[in-house]
């Protein structure tokens, strides 16, 4: 199997074959990633360029290990936003990296968009790595990876998202993933964190996390972004923590198959309770870890591969 | 200079006029009208079988760019820009750098426009000194000047008691305010519409509500202090509503919706297009369906184009960075022909009265009519030619347009104005010279 796309902008309307493509072949290159020496040639004479404009630990490192797996030539640049006047804009600075002869770029940037805004003004294969509150869906893909290892597959799973949907660009990419592949998918949040719409999108809408998450497969929290406190979303972390918080009450709700999952970086005692976020429900570092075979299928499929091939190696 | 046309359709709601027929034009004075007109000695003749002559547009919302930025549109060009799109006559906005709070700004931009045309640049002056919203601006002294109404568009005057002030102070000259209503505390970061389309696009939204309270609360206003009100750019309809019952309490209110409002929705923004990007936003369906049966009831005195040019290198940008406006003077009749007219949501002549005399009524002129012995001031356009919209062939230096590449139908063809008979439209764009008098 081939994915017919150049770009992986976001997960709307990417189809449930295209995510399963991505999904098997992220599987082959687990198994490479468990081997003794675990690289493979596929990608030689390639150059990635992730151009971070938003600080990032876990996705850039990710992306820098999946591309040097593949042995691409990986660059990484962080990169200021160039909102005022003096900087150079967005699209001198990826014009410049084109010039150059990139094959890949990999892009984080705080507006919503602007990995399309790219991928419409240059010849290279674009990866949105999280663009503004609008999509992130590599860390999606893990996410739908992680629980198709647990589950075997994800038709009517039930999966509770909770936290501030509004802002959450992993929210928006786990939801058409999520829907893609035959899942029930709840959101669950206070009124302020709630967008507008978003029933219409297909999620079940609840400001009650007791009753959201009773039976459910998967509670998966997103991070509280502290940086909001000055736009009146909540009155406290502490309310927050009383009443959307995942404590060991809360996930004992789950289904005795359940776990909970989280994008990283945690506020402990926010959005998760410390004995939560490490219990054995947690599955937070699995995911850490398959992220890194997932990029290196997306990765590999954009440039053209096929999944056999890479099943071959 | 003597300038028949012939077999035209001759359309002036503002004087009833409404029928097939010639219209001959001397010395710039309209001279006759009739069925067929017999004129001898030299005479430029023109076949006006399927055209329609209208009095030339008033466009009551552009902003020129010049003094400032002069990169995006002068005033030269602005005024090109509206001769091509049928318009003899516009009402500018005083967001120049520096703004238009003085009498010697202002009069710089009215005596500059003369200099390049004979397209009538009336401007609005600012109602606060430096557009700040702190201090009134010097009414008496802008009026003085050549400004028609006054206005902080861009912004909203923040402060309800010195708004209050602004239209009781503006009564002695009878001078409209016009108000671009937006609640800041509720727009602010905001750059489309708030709802399932800024969801799904993690774009921050932007509420109706931020509108329409802005527009309640001038609306109030204008009827405690008994001044005169126009509402700029309504984009929703319960703004238009609000508009509404003010006209039937007999407020003295009027007000204005943009073509793409009445053309475009929100949905249209899932590429991330950043000239479709534009303050107030492009609203959903409801909301441009209840401002086009707003425009036909009369609800909505005009529609003005909220012509905003900006630089390539401006718009070219992620969609956050990139700043508000469209261009609209260049587009605007065929765009509102072919959204509008053609699938039968407003007469041609319903148009016509919100782009003539409908217009004119807001700031209180006389605006052009068709009758003998009225300065000639035409367009003639033809409603059923189609063209392709081609940004590179606009006058203006901006490329910011949300109709790049579609066909619309409706070509201005002419207008005659100050005595001289100038082809314009958009197949002018081939020509260096325009606009080019044919005679004079
Ligand atoms: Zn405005």
Redesign the pocket.
């Known amino acids: 199997m081939k994915l017919a796309r150049k770009h992986l902008l976001g997960l709307e309307g990417v189809s449930r074959s295209e995510i399963e493509t991505i999904l098997n072949a992220a599987e082959s290159f687990k198994e490479i990633l468990d081997r003794k020496i675990p690289k493979v040639p596929t990608l030689r004479g390639k150059t990635a360029v992730n151009l971070f404009f938003e600080p990032s630990t876990r996705t850039r490192v990710s992306f820098e290990l999946a591309e040097k797996r593949l042995s691409a030539d990986s660059i990484s640049v962080a990169a200021k936003t160039s909102s005022s006047v003096k900087g150079e804009s967005l699209i001198d600075t990826v014009k410049n990296l084109e010039a150059m002869k990139i094959d890949f770029l990999i892009v984080r940037h705080e507006a919503a968009g602007a990995a399309h805004f790219l991928a419409s003004r240059i010849d290279v294969s674009v990866i949105n790595a999280g663009d503004g509150c609008h999509e992130h869906p590599t860390q999606a893909l893990l996410d739908l990876f992680t629980m198709r290892q647990r589950f075997g597959g994800l038709d009517g799973l039930k999966v509770v998202i909770i936290g501030d949907i509004a802002h959450s660009r992993v929210a928006r990419s786990n939801l058409w993933g999520l829907k893609a592949l035959g899942a029930n998918v709840t959101i669950c949040a206070p009124p302020t964190f709630l967008p507008p719409g978003i029933e219409n999108l297909g999620a079940e809408v609840s400001t009650d996390l007791d009753d959201a998450i009773d039976g459910a497969d998967v509670a998966m929290v997103l991070r509280i972004q502290k940086e909001r406190q000055g736009e009146h979303l909540l009155p406290s972390f502490r309310e927050y923590a009383r009443l959307f918080g995942l404590n060991g009450k809360r996930a004992a709700r789950l289904k005795k198959t359940g776990f909970i999952m989280h994008p990283g970086p945690m506020n402990r005692g926010v959005e998760i309770a410390p004995e939560v976020a490490d219990g054995p429900r947690s599955v937070i570092l699995d995911q850490v870890t398959n992220g890194v075979a997932l990029r290196m299928a997306v990765l590999y499929l954009l440039s053209g591969g096929e999944i056999d091939d890479a099943m071959a190696h | 200079m003597r300038w028949l046309i012939r077999g035209a359709h001759l359309l002036d709601p503002g004087s009833g006029l409404d029928r097939t027929g010639d219209l001959l034009v001397e010395e710039g004075v309209i001279a006759r009208i009739g069925g067929e007109i017999r004129v001898d000695g030299e005479v430029e003749e023109v076949a006006g079988k399927g055209l329609v002559v209208t009095p030339s547009f008033l466009d009551l919302h552009v902003h020129l760019r010049e003094p400032g930025k002069e990169y995006a549109e002068t005033i030269e060009s602005g005024v090109l820009g509206a001769l091509a799109g049928g318009f003899g006559g516009l009402v500018c906005m005083p967001n120049t750098t520096p703004p238009l709070d003085t009498n010697a700004s202002v009069r710089f931009v009215v005596e500059e426009a003369r200099r390049c045309s004979p397209v009538d640049v009336m401007p609005a002056g600012a109602i606060t000194k430096g557009r700040s919203g702190e201090k009134l601006a010097e009414f008496g002294d802008l009026v003085d000047g050549g400004a028609v109404a006054v206005t902080d ?2 912004d909203t005057v923040a402060d309800s008691g010195l708004m209050r002030r602004a239209l009781e102070y503006a009564r002695q000259f009878d001078l409209p305010v016009f108000t ?1 209503p937006e609640d800041k505390n509720l727009s602010r970061g905001g750059v489309i519409h708030e709802g399932v389309v800024s969801t799904r696009l993690g774009l921050k939204g932007i509420p109706a509500a931020a509108e329409e309270i802005g527009i309640a609360r001038d609306i109030r206003l204008a009827e405690l202090t008994g001044g005169r009100l126009h509402v ?2 309504v984009s929703t309809a319960r703004g238009a509503q609000l508009v509404r019952h003010a006209k039937e309490k007999g407020l003295r209110v009027t007000a204005e919706t943009a073509p793409h409002y009445l053309a475009l929705t929100d949905e249209s923004l899932a590429g991330y297009d950043t000239n479709r990007k534009m ?1 107030p936003p492009l609203r959903p369906a409801a909301d441009r369906d209840a401002l086009r049966e707003a425009l036909r009831e009369g609800v909505l005195d005009a529609v003005a184009t ?1 012509h905003a040019p900006h630089a390539p290198h401006e718009k070219d940008r992620e969609f956050d960075a990139a700043p508000f406006g469209v261009l609209g003077l260049e587009t605007a009749l065929a765009v509102l022909i072919t959204h509008l007219v053609r699938p039968g949501h407003l007469s041609l002549e319903t148009l016509v009265e919100r782009m003539t005399c409908g217009p004119a009524s807001v700031i209180g002129v006389a605006g052009g009519r068709i009758v003998e012995g009225a300065e000639a001031r035409l367009t003639v356009f033809d409603p059923e030619a189609s063209w392709v919209v081609d940004p590179n062939r606009f006058r203006s230096p901006s490329r910011n347009t949300p109709f790049a590449g579609e066909r619309l139908r409706g070509e201005v063809r002419t207008v005659v104005i100050g005595g001289r008979v100038i082809a314009v439209g958009p197949r002018c764009g081939d020509n260096p010279d325009f606009p080019a008098p044919l005679s004079s």
Do not use: A, L, P, T
């Open positions: 568009d861009g671009h700029q750019h303050n909220d």
